[in-house]
């Protein structure tokens, strides 16, 4: 009765001599679309560099009121050498990282938990909903007077711009458990506790770590704004000076280390997903 | 033969065995469902019994009932009345060693095809390479031998629907509660898959209750089939299926040419619940 169905397939998959391989040349397909889509990036940002430093003469208002990209390029080459780049980087790097691990630590856990009771997350709705709305731009000057001026007002800024998103996005995940699947785990003899560890969780890493990527510009925006009410170090504070002494390339300059940081930052939490998630690599 | 709709049409008879506790007894369950306020019966009245080591069919009509009288009988959905005694006893919560399958496999995506076999050993705390062993040999009985390490997303629906099948048997339940569990496959997997079911069950002495929409399946591999009326529901007929000993080769069964009278007498059946 061992109706063993795997044998033709696994023969089928094994290359034949010197023909490359169904796996080899899908493999290939995929690079190639990879290159194509970076190779089409690149020409994009090229031919928007192009329009703007035409249209921004040395010496021109419009390169005043625009900035140019060489004078940009020029702003990013003394900042690297002077080493404010690498130190504003660094202590903005420090508050975004801190407030996006302790925004999503805690907003996680919470919005997991709230999965366990219908009640409390019921009870609880409304005040999330209130609190979501909250522009977070709002509360600076109180979370400075609690914080003082350092580095824990900003990451308290930007952990309270990651908290709700990270809470919703994670309830929105453990409730969206399949039904059925609870089902199964129920006759299977599983415990509430069992459920939740084996089926809900796992079942809401994909909504996670949706809100993880949502929330890296979030914690970001949370830490310069932090920056821009009150300090004396960081991106958001070079972006403030720049902009109160109308450098407007140096203004330009900061921005683009901070949108790089915010590619890094999401870059590294695409490796961790990946490696979270290895049954979606297969795919 | 005579293909007669047996007298079992009026079940709980089959309960006078003496002493010995059927697996299952069930006996005027009633359900419905709330709607707006409103109770929508579904299911009437409706008493059977399963016997040890037998498998029983249910078939009726589209949307009487049956998905929710198995999670009724589950525990998963509380009955308004009636009783439900596995073993002799009536349970609160779930019933031990009853094994649920649906048609939708409900594999975890994140776990392999061995992971998910272990999930129910895992949950009742079986040392894990115990779990591991006992499931890799399930895999092996039904066909998916070097597919383990395989994620559910790298797997055909039919092997997918094995490893549901090994995930529900590697526990040795005494009862399965089947609900459609091949009617997405083709026909072809499905009739393997069922004939490997079929004789695991029979091998172990196991019972087994199956809901299917499929007449031919139904009486190809049931030892009695219930035919169920339109909601609410209730049993409208039943038939003792007598097609030999050699109950396990559910292929060339249908060769049988009372299979087919049994099929049209219970098509007919079926056909005026319908109305
Ligand atoms: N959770 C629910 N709430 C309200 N009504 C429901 C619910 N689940 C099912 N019903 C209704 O109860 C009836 C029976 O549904 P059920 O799924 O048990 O039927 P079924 O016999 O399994 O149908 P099918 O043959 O299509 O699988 C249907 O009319 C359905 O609309
Ligand atoms: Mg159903």
Redesign the interface.
């Known amino acids: 009765?061992?109706?063993?169905?795997?044998t033709s397939m696994?023969d089928a998959s094994k290359p034949a001599g010197s023909v490359p391989s169904p796996v080899a040349r899908a493999k290939w397909k995929r690079l190639r679309f990879g290159i194509a889509v970076l190779a089409t990036q690149v020409l994009v940002l090229a031919a928007l560099l192009v329009v703007w430093e035409r249209a921004t003469p040395k010496g021109s208002p419009a390169a005043f009121m625009f900035g140019s990209p060489s004078a940009i390029a020029g702003f990013l080459i003394q900042m690297a050498q002077d080493g404010s780049l690498w130190r504003d980087a660094a202590v903005t790097g420090m508050e975004t990282l801190l407030g996006f691990f302790m925004g999503n630590l805690v907003g996680t856990l919470l919005g997991l938990s709230l999965w366990y009771s219908r009640f409390v997350s019921r009870v609880v709705e409304p005040f999330v909903i209130a609190l979501g709305s909250i522009p977070i731009i709002a509360l600076a000057p109180i979370v400075i007077i609690w914080f003082g001026t350092g580095l824990v007002s900003k990451v308290a800024m930007s952990t309270l711009s990651v908290v709700i998103v990270a809470l919703v996005t994670s309830y929105k995940g453990a409730v969206g458990a399949?039904g059925?699947?609870i089902?199964?785990?129920?006759?299977?003899?599983?415990s509430k506790f069992?459920i939740f560890r084996?089926?809900v969780i796992?079942?809401s890493?994909t909504d996670i770590f949706a809100g993880l990527k949502l929330t890296v510009g979030f914690a970001l925006i949370g830490a310069i704004v932090g920056e821009f009410m009150s300090s004396s170090e960081g991106l958001g504070h070079a972006i403030f000076k720049a902009g109160s002494l109308y450098i407007i390339p140096k203004v330009f300059a900061a921005l683009v280390v901070t949108i790089a940081l915010a590619l890094v930052l999401t870059w590294l939490v695409g490796k961790i997903e990946r490696l979270l998630?290895p049954?979606r690599r297969?795919? | 033969m005579s293909v007669e709709a047996a007298t079992h049409a009026r079940p709980g008879e089959g309960e006078a065995v003496n002493g010995t506790a059927l697996p299952l007894v069930v006996e005027h369950v009633a359900k419905g469902y709330d709607l707006n306020g409103q109770v929508v019966p579904v299911i009437a009245d409706l008493s059977l019994t399963l016997r040890k080591g037998e498998i029983v069919s249910l078939v009726g009509p589209s949307g009487c009932g049956k998905t929710t009288l198995l999670n009724t009988l589950c525990g998963l959905l509380a009955p308004d009345a009636g009783r439900i005694r596995w073993h002799g006893r009536q349970v609160v919560g779930q019933p031990q060693n009853v094994g649920y399958m649906l048609q939708k496999d409900l594999l975890f995506p994140w776990r392999t095809a061995l992971a998910n076999t272990m999930l129910g050993l895992e949950i009742r705390g079986v040392p894990a390479a115990e779990a591991e062993d006992r499931s890799r040999a399930m895999l092996d009985q039904l066909g998916l031998h070097g597919f383990a390490d395989h994620y559910p997303a790298t797997l055909s629906g039919g092997m997918r629907q094995r490893v549901a099948l090994a995930r529900t048997l590697v526990n040795d339940p005494d009862v399965l509660l089947l609900d459609e569990p091949f009617a997405a496959l083709d026909f072809q997997t499905k009739l393997l898959i069922e004939s490997d079911m079929v004789s695991l069950v029979r091998k172990g002495g196991r019972s087994m209750l199956l809901i299917t929409h499929d007449i031919e399946e139904a009486v190809s591999i049931a030892d009695r089939v219930i035919v169920l009326t339109r909601r609410p529901t209730a049993v409208k007929a039943a038939y003792e299926i007598e097609l030999g000993s050699d109950r396990a080769d559910v292929i060339s069964l249908r060769e049988n040419p009372d299979f087919s009278r049994y099929v049209r007498r219970i098509w007919a059946d079926l056909d005026v619940a319908i109305q």
Do not use: N
């Open positions: 009765m061992t109706t063993d169905i795997g696994v399949d059925d699947q089902y199964l785990m129920k006759t299977l003899g599983a069992q084996k089926l796992p079942a890493l998630m049954w297969q795919v």
